[in-house]
Antibody, heavy 117, light 110 residues
């Protein structure tokens, strides 16, 4: 059983929008910080955004601030990432990640691919 | 936020040790004891190997160890095995409530 499953990736034109979803099973999304991390083709990992567990405060990398929005639906146990004003530099595999350990990324989804072209 | 600096590659023979450095600043690695390390095999999602500088999650072999001095953190893999061949990334919590990853190191088992 895969605890985190991302969906919603695809091909989008520059300037377009997309919404990524991450459904969880086996643990409660509400209890953990939840993050999105991305990895461009042949490139390294880049932290994108986080939503806190209790107060749902949100944080973003400077490169996506004002364009991406993270949100969570605790009742549905689902994490979202709304992507807008996309550029080719946003092309990447986007991972949904749980922060079960202090300031660390412990459970990763399999990733969903976003291609901006 | 600039990426943490890691060497592009490292290698060792089976049974040997390899150490990977991760250099940041006083705003990230040097200012917080929240350095973590990840192993990533080709086509797979990363796996947490070390958190809070030197702690190992359940199931991670004790061949993997972490340390930190000033603005530089290190991951040592002792008793190298073929399955340790992978990309390794460090990460640190940073000021402004952000996170930053390292540039990544490809470890080759000779």
């Amino acid at each position: 059983e895969v605890p985190l499953v991302e969906s919603g990736g695809g091909l989008v034109q520059p300037g377009g929008s997309l919404r990524l979803s991450c459904t969880t099973s086996g643990f409660t999304l509400y209890n953990n910080w939840m993050h999105w991390v991305r990895q461009g083709p042949g490139k390294g990992l880049v932290w994108v955004s986080r939503v806190n567990s209790i107060d749902s405060v949100r944080h973003y990398a400077d490169s996506v601030k004002g364009r991406f929005t993270i949100s969570r639906d605790n009742a549905m146990n689902t994490l979202y990432l709304q992507l807008s004003s996309l550029t080719v530099e946003d092309t990447a595999v986007y991972y949904c990640v749980s922060g079960g350990y202090p300031a660390a990324f412990d459970v990763w989804g399999q990733g969903t691919t976003v291609t901006v072209s | 936020q600039s990426a943490l600096t890691q060497p592009p590659s490292a290698s060792g023979s089976p049974g040997q040790s390899v150490t990977i450095s991760c250099t940041g600043t006083s705003s990230d690695v040097g200012g917080h004891n929240y350095v973590s390390w990840y192993q990533q095999h080709p086509g797979k999602a990363p796996k947490l190997m070390i958190y809070e500088v030197r702690k190992r999650p359940s199931g991670v072999p004790d061949r993997f160890s972490g340390s930190k001095s000033a603005n530089t953190a290190s991951l040592t893999v002792s008793g190298l095995q073929a399955e340790d061949e992978a990309d390794y990334y460090c990460s640190s919590y940073a000021d402004s409530d952000n996170f930053v990853f390292g540039t990544g190191t490809k470890v080759t088992v000779l």
